[in-house]
């Protein structure tokens, strides 16, 4: 049987690569497909078949509704930021956390270089911040920048990730090599308007490479029990050892090895401060967390009060 890829996916259809009909998904299926699935068609390719087995699967943490799928078989994560807008350290960090997570490979990339002001020194404090992961600078007035990312991904299907405003869908018409996304959200000439249902999520690219860009994929969460410290730290993790206090924070407390390595020069100053940013951020999800299981707590424990109330009347049960 032949596999097709997942290009589109509603709550009971998909739409595959290559065919413009959408094709139903029967009830008795494996898993939900996702795009970026391949799936088998049965007899009369009317019906989605099977979801082959998948490599891996990208999710996002979804604050109180549990982790949400959003891409299947992702070889790379394209970390776009704007160098038009401050470089939030923390958000690149998290960011490549879910691509380590799900077993891509992180790519920072830095649109609009030609509105920095030092596009080299740009790149290099993003290095330093991010070992390990590579950094590539594109502008739409050059387009051999967006061959070099093309190049980059070469057959590999790559998944675009970062905030509004970053640069996502123009870097995806500079990759198509034609207008195929709406830049800052309006499409020129475009009848069918924004809303319309044949909006791609899924797109070749280059010499069998393949973006995807899912409208789930703008607003980040870590996925639970994500070990951001093991994932991206293993430099920190391994100078801890050394701190007096097996609690050390790395801030004031005395003995703190991670800081006289930082102090020394032996760590990256900017490793550290990374270490702090991304640990306040997962303080306060975690702060959020709590206050929503609180909220959900008193509900419930306010439903278990009236029924004892309504118990203790007399009356019957709702
Ligand atoms: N100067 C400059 N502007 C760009 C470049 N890429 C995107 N922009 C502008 O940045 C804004 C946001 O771009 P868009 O692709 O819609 O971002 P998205 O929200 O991430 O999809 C638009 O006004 C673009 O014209 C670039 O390389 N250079
Ligand atoms: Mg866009
Ligand atoms: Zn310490």
Redesign the pocket.
């Known amino acids: 049987m032949n596999e097709e890829r997942v290009e589109w996916v509603s709550r009971d259809r998909i739409r595959i690569v290559g065919r413009a009909e959408q094709i139903v998904v029967g009830k008795a299926i494996n898993h939900w497909p996702l795009v970026g699935d391949f799936v088998t068609l049965d007899e009369t390719e009317e019906r989605v078949e099977e979801v082959v087995s998948r490599r891996n699967v990208l999710r996002r943490a979804d604050p109180g509704q549990g982790d949400q799928e959003l891409a299947a078989n992702v070889d790379v994560l394209l970390l776009?930021c704007?160098?038009?807008r401050p470089i939030k350290a923390g958000r690149i960090a998290r960011e490549a956390a879910l691509a380590w997570e799900c077993g891509a490979e992180p790519i920072v990339v830095i649109?609009?270089?030609?509105?920095a002001a030092d596009i080299s020194g740009l790149m290099t404090t993003v290095v330093q911040q991010n070992p390990g992961i590579d950094v590539i600078a594109?502008?739409?007035?050059d387009s051999t920048?967006a061959e070099m990312l093309l190049d980059v991904i070469g057959d590999r299907t790559a998944v675009?990730i970062?905030?509004?405003?970053?640069?996502?869908?123009?870097?995806?018409?500079?990759l198509a090599g034609r207008d195929v996304?709406?830049?800052?959200?309006v499409r020129e000439g475009d009848q069918k308007g924004r809303h319309t249902t044949t909006a791609r999520s899924l797109l070749a690219i280059g010499d069998g490479g393949t973006i995807i860009?899912t409208p789930g994929i703008?607003a980040v969460g870590l996925p639970s029990g994500v070990d951001v410290d093991e994932l991206m730290f293993a430099d920190i993790v391994a100078l801890e050892g050394g701190c007096k206090f097996r609690d050390c924070r790395h801030l004031d407390e005395p003995g703190c090895n991670v800081r006289t390595a930082a102090e020394a020069g032996a760590l990256p100053a900017q490793r550290l401060d990374l270490w702090h940013e991304l640990r306040r951020e997962a303080e306060s999800a975690q702060r959020r967390a709590n206050v929503h299981e609180q909220r959900r707590y008193e509900r419930s424990f306010s439903r278990i009060v009236d029924e004892a109330q309504r118990i203790k009347r007399g009356d019957q049960p709702r």
């Open positions: 776009v704007g160098a038009d649109t609009k270089s030609d509105l594109t502008t739409t007035s920048t675009l970062g905030e509004s405003g970053a640069g996502k869908s123009s870097l995806t018409n500079a996304a709406a830049v800052d959200g860009d703008r």
